[in-house]
């Protein structure tokens, strides 16, 4: 069966520092990949989506980047955090094509930017 | 371009009372999916139902139940019978062929004893 894995859980950083959340899937291959952010209190905002390795679209692109080194890993990246960046970041998975699913979240993790 | 509305922002019942959340979204395509997700205060998202733009049957799961309709681009979700549990965040979603998943704002359903 499918599997997504998204770590750390919660994490706190201060401000300028650099961001690394990685989000792996089992199971499955050449998945749709996505990144999400929630922002306190509010719905859920596309960052990041990819169809393949180095196919990324940018929806959000401020100082946020993402990288897909391998079919089923997903990073998402900064160099700098500013405050605006803390939130509940989703990463997720689905399939296309013939049987299009629907998407499955990983854990999330809650980012506070100090 | 495609987009999700939902329209309410907060609703409150008190147990037992039957409930509707809204979802009205709009595209080009002919080819569609539409979801449902709760998100408990836990915070991870729970799929309810996938429905495609060339099913227009309406569901039921126990209490669950959604109502699409392509005449008003409409899929709505009505729990009957609400209990404390159903408190969450439920958010209505659209996806394209080809494209990325997209979701509404969200509702947040409060449900009392």
């Known amino acids: 069966s499918q599997t997504i894995h998204q770590w750390p859980a919660t994490l706190v950083q201060p401000v300028g520092s650099p961001l690394s959340l990685e989000c792996t899937v089992e199971?499955?291959?050449?998945?749709?990949l996505y990144w999400y952010r929630q922002a306190a209190g509010r719905g859920l905002q596309l960052l990041f989506y990819?169809?393949?390795?180095?196919?990324i679209s940018s929806e959000v692109p401020q100082n946020l980047s993402a990288s897909r080194p391998q079919d089923r890993q997903f990073i998402l990246s900064s160099k700098k955090l500013l405050l605006s960046d803390s939130g509940f970041y989703l990463c997720?998975?689905?399939?296309?094509?013939?049987?299009?699913?629907?998407?499955?979240f990983g854990q999330g993790t809650r980012l506070t930017v100090v | 371009a495609q987009k999700v509305t939902q329209a309410q922002t907060e609703i409150s019942v008190v147990e037992k009372e039957d409930v509707t959340l809204d979802c009205v979204y709009e595209?080009?395509?002919?080819?569609?999916?539409l979801f449902w997700y709760k998100q408990p205060p836990s915070g991870e998202l729970v799929f309810l139902i996938r429905?495609?733009?060339?099913?227009?049957q309406n569901e039921i799961s126990g209490r669950y139940s959604w109502n699409f309709q392509k005449s008003t681009s409409s899929f709505n979700f009505t729990i009957t019978a609400s209990q404390v549990v159903d408190s969450a965040v439920y958010f209505c979603?659209?996806?394209?062929?080809?494209?990325?998943?997209?979701f509404g704002k969200g509702t947040t359903l409060s449900v009392s004893s």
């Open positions: 990819s169809v393949g390795i180095g196919q």
């Open positions: 979603a659209l996806k394209e062929a080809g494209t990325a998943l997209i």
């Open positions: 997720a998975w689905s399939d296309e094509g013939e049987r299009t699913t629907e998407a499955f």
């Open positions: 199971g499955t291959s050449n998945p749709n």
């Open positions: 429905r495609n733009s060339f099913d227009e």
């Open positions: 595209t080009r395509d002919t080819t569609y999916y």
